[in-house]
């Protein structure tokens, strides 16, 4: 073959090569890609957020995290606690009180963990509570613990950016001031 037509072609191979990589980049970079033809001054449809839109999946604010994360450690917190009291209590109410916080923070732990995984964020796993004091350090915790909680729930609920993560919040709102008037009544029975 002759020395200019292989330099000829190795000049078009390249060519072609450097475009498609441009081609490439550019849409990488999230350019519209080069057009050709007879639709070039078309205009492209191209989709933009709406002002005020709510974050993509697996896009939280940090209090989002922040709240996902709080929740998470403290459900199952009040699990592993619930189940404690249920069988170290000494009062009757104090047992009802934890298989009720077992039950219950169960329940909300697994709505949460399947939002969480819907929505890209890994949750922390259970650590052990420790060891069994007395009914009425159970109570006493339960009573602040719930009183944190509420006030965290609130905050989601209404300042939340995530619209499933703001009704899983407002639905836990209902369940915490619940658990924390049961808690102060229980409370007032241990001495």
């Not at 890609?33 to 709406?50: E, F, H, I, M, V």
């Not at 609130?154 to 658990?179: I, S, Y």
């Amino acid at each position: 073959m002759n020395k200019n037509l292989i330099l000829s072609r190795i000049a078009i191979l390249a060519v072609t090569i450097g475009s498609l990589c441009l081609a490439n980049n550019s849409s990488a970079l999230g350019y519209p890609p080069l057009r050709t033809g007879a639709n070039q001054d078309a205009p492209k449809a191209t989709a933009s957020p709406a002002k005020g839109a709510t974050p993509a999946k697996g896009n939280h604010s940090a209090a989002d995290k922040t709240f996902m994360m709080n929740a998470a450690k403290g459900g199952m917190m009040e699990v592993e606690l619930g189940k404690m009291a249920a069988q170290n209590a000494q009062s009757a109410d104090v047992k009802k009180f934890g298989n009720r916080m077992a039950t219950d923070h169960s329940k909300a732990n697994n709505e949460l963990m399947a939002l969480a995984k819907e929505e890209g964020v890994t949750l922390p796993a259970a650590k052990s509570p420790g060891k069994w004091k007395s009914d009425k350090d159970y109570m006493d915790m339960m009573v602040k613990d719930h009183e944190k909680d509420l006030a965290e729930f609130q905050k989601e609920a209404q300042r939340g950016t995530d619209p499933d993560l703001k009704a899983f919040a407002a639905k836990g709102v209902k369940m915490v001031n619940t658990h924390l008037k049961l808690a102060q009544e229980t409370q007032g029975k241990v001495k």
